[in-house]
C-alpha cells in the first residue's frame, strides 16, 4: 500500500547559464585565433601596397591623375590597417602598455572626443564614484572602447537620446557566483547606457562577433564591439550586456 510520496526537484537554470556561456567563451576564443592569423596575413599584405605606394608618390607630380589615384590607394590602405587593428584587438593580440591610470580622469580626458562622436542630437553624462582605487590599464585602448561604445550608441539613437558613462567599483568573490571570464578580486566596473531601442535577444549572442552588424550594409563594418571584447579581455576583464 503506497501512503506517500516524495519528490525532489533541482534548480539547473544556473549550471546551464553557466554551461552557454563557457560554450559561447568557447567559441569566442576560436574566432579570435582564426582573426588573427587573418589580420597579420592582411597586415604583410598591407605593407607592400603601403610601401610601394609611398615611392610611387615620391615620384609622382603634383596635381597629376597619378598622384591623385595613388593618394586614394594610400587611403584605402591606411583605412584596411585600421580593421585589422580591430581584428588584432578582438584577437587580443594588439601589444598592450598598462600603467596605473585614474580612469575617471581619462574618461573626462576623452569626454570631448566622445561627444564629437555622438553627434548633437545625443547629450552625454559622466558619472565617477567617489574614491575609486587605480586601474592597470593602456591609456589609449581605453579610448578605443569608449570611443567604439559611443558610435554605437550613437547609431541606435537617430532622433537623440542620452548616453551615460558610469565608473563604480565591484567586488567577485570566490564564495559567490564568479561571472565567465572574471577572476575572484576587485574591479572597477565601466558601464556605457543610452536610451535607444536596444538590442533584440536574437542578436545578444553574436554582437561581439567580426563583421557582424545588424546595421544596413555601408554603415559600419561590424568590428566596433568586437574591438571592445577584445581589449577588455586584454585587460583581464570581461564584458556584461544587458
Keep these: ?13 544556473r549550471r546551464k547559464q553557466a554551461e552557454e ?7 569566442m576564443e576560436a574566432v579570435g585565433q582564426l582573426s588573427a592569423g587573418i589580420a597579420h596575413d592582411f597586415n604583410n599584405i598591407l605593407t607592400i601596397i603601403g610601401g610601394h605606394t609611398g615611392l610611387l608618390l ?17 587611403d584605402a590602405s591606411d583605412r584596411a590597417a585600421e580593421l585589422t587593428s580591430k581584428l588584432l584587438a578582438f584577437s587580443r593580440k594588439q601589444s598592450v602598455t598598462v600603467r ?3 580612469l575617471g580622469r581619462v574618461v573626462e580626458d576623452f569626454a570631448p572626443v566622445i561627444r564629437s562622436a ?12 567617489e574614491g575609486l582605487p587605480h586601474a592597470m590599464a593602456d591609456v589609449g585602448m581605453i579610448g578605443q572602447v569608449l570611443t567604439n561604445l559611443a558610435v554605437n550608441s550613437r547609431d541606435a539613437m537617430p532622433k537623440g537620446g542620452e548616453f551615460v558613462v558610469r565608473l563604480s567599483s565591484r567586488s567577485v568573490l570566490a564564495d559567490g557566483e564568479v561571472p565567465v571570464g572574471a577572476r575572484p578580486g576587485n574591479y572597477l ?23 557582424f552588424s545588424t546595421k544596413a550594409a555601408g554603415k ?12 577588455v579581455q586584454q585587460h583581464e576583464g570581461w564584458v556584461e550586456v544587458d
Design 1 to 13: 500500500m503506497i501512503i506517500g510520496s516524495l519528490v525532489c526537484y533541482e534548480d539547473i537554470e
Design 21 to 27: 556561456q563557457l560554450r559561447y567563451s568557447h567559441k
Design 58 to 74: 615620391g615620384r609622382a607630380a603634383e596635381d597629376s591623375k597619378e598622384k591623385r589615384a595613388l593618394d586614394q590607394i594610400a
Design 100 to 102: 596605473p591610470i585614474n
Design 118 to 129: 555622438l553627434g548633437e542630437t545625443v547629450a552625454m553624462r559622466i558619472e565617477v564614484g
Design 189 to 211: 566596473c565601466l558601464e556605457a547606457e543610452d536610451t535607444g531601442e536596444g538590442i533584440a535577444a536574437e542578436f545578444r549572442d553574436r554582437i561581439f562577433e567580426p563583421f
Design 220 to 231: 559600419g563594418t561590424g568590428l566596433g564591439l568586437a574591438s571592445v571584447f577584445g581589449i
